[in-house]
């Protein structure tokens, strides 16, 4: 699998409402779906929120600059009785991620194209500027570790002519899930329309989800709490032994593979953080493994071709 992840964008010649839409060209016939990612809701940010304080509300305002801000839910774990109790919030993550699971398709495909946008309420929504980004070069660089790079777009004006100003996009590329960004679940046939605060008539599914793949559950779950109260089966931490909840995130932190038969069945949709580690090795690795053998054979089938045919039966006799 693969995430692209948004982390800023700016300085825009002038403060916007920024928004953003990814998509890999041809990916399942994803011409009818594009990952949206909302770039101006400061409330969402973790620190250094801002506010202009006049007409525009606090999680909508004009920015020069943006770091792709999200919130999602997450556990917190608190003790009541001797036993830990999941309290889900909402958490605030800098730098938002699109994900494109493990298939072969995503494996092959070389880019990722990104456009960003300026959100208007009163005419229609612009387009800023647009990018792509190398999955191909980018791997091939850091052997598939997580890379950071800047690409600087050419601003385009509300009629969509290039100006002569430039802002920088900083992406993220990375292969595992980035447990310190947001990952959005929001996709949309028609980006330029998109309203992040109203019901879009354009909204879709991910391209993949009926080819029965699927993105991870949208929420993070912080296993810090096993330091304190282990995992069935493990060591006692300095407070004890934590008993099985049912609960989605004591399924992660401690999978049934850890204490055999101790914990009940997992809920359904659940990837454990075991098999989750597992697939992010196992999985790219046989997908490489098939694509340089079906590479191999494809090239002996060339070669075949081109040798001259041997001598006649009759000659041979």
């Known amino acids: ?32 779906g594009w990952c949206m990612v909302a770039g ?5 940010c973790p620190v250094n ?8 509300p606090r999680e909508s305002v004009h920015l020069e600059e943006t770091r792709w801000c999200s919130t999602e839910k997450a556990a917190i774990w608190e003790e009541a009785d001797g036993d830990l109790k999941p309290v889900w919030v909402d958490q605030k993550f800098q730098g938002t991620c699109c994900h ?28 800023l500027g647009s990018f792509e980004v190398d999955l191909h070069e980018l791997s091939a660089a850091s052997h598939f570790a997580t890379t950071d790079r ?32 947001a990952i959005s679940t929001v996709w949309d046939t ?15 599914n991910a391209p993949w989800e009926v080819h029965g793949f699927s993105p991870p559950p949208p929420f993070h779950c912080d296993c810090s709490w096993t330091a304190a109260f282990a995992c069935p089966d493990q060591p006692e931490g300095s407070s004890g032994v934590a008993k099985p909840d049912g ?41 490489l493994l098939a694509f340089v053998a079906h590479k191999a054979v494809a090239r002996r089938a060339r070669e075949i071709a081109k040798e001259p045919a041997g001598p006649p039966a009759a000659a041979m006799l």
């Open 190 to 204: 028609k980006p330029l329309k998109w309203d992040p605060y109203g019901v879009s008539v354009s909204a879709a």
């Open 247 to 287: 609960s989605q995130c004591f399924e992660y932190c401690c999978p049934r593979e850890i204490f055999g038969e101790l914990h009940a069945e997992p809920p359904a949709g659940v990837t454990t953080r075991n098999a989750a580690a597992a697939a992010l090795v196992a999985v790219p690795t046989l997908l």
């Open 1 to 32: 699998m693969v995430y692209v992840c948004l982390l800023y964008a700016g300085k825009f010649s002038e403060p916007q409402q920024p928004y953003a839409a990814m998509q890999v060209p041809n990916l399942y016939g994803s011409g009818k």
């Open 100 to 127: 494109y699971p493990a298939t072969a398709e995503v494996w092959e495909a070389r880019y990722v194209k990104v456009n960003v946008y300026d959100e208007d309420n009163w005419n229609s929504n612009d387009l």
């Open 150 to 181: 800047d690409y600087d777009v050419i601003e385009l004006d509300v009629k969509g002519r290039p100006t002569r100003s430039l802002f920088t996009v900083k992406v993220r590329v990375t292969w595992e899930h980035p447990v310190e960004h």
């Open 40 to 44: 101006h809701r400061t409330a969402d």
């Open 49 to 56: 929120a801002t506010y202009d304080g006049l007409y525009w």
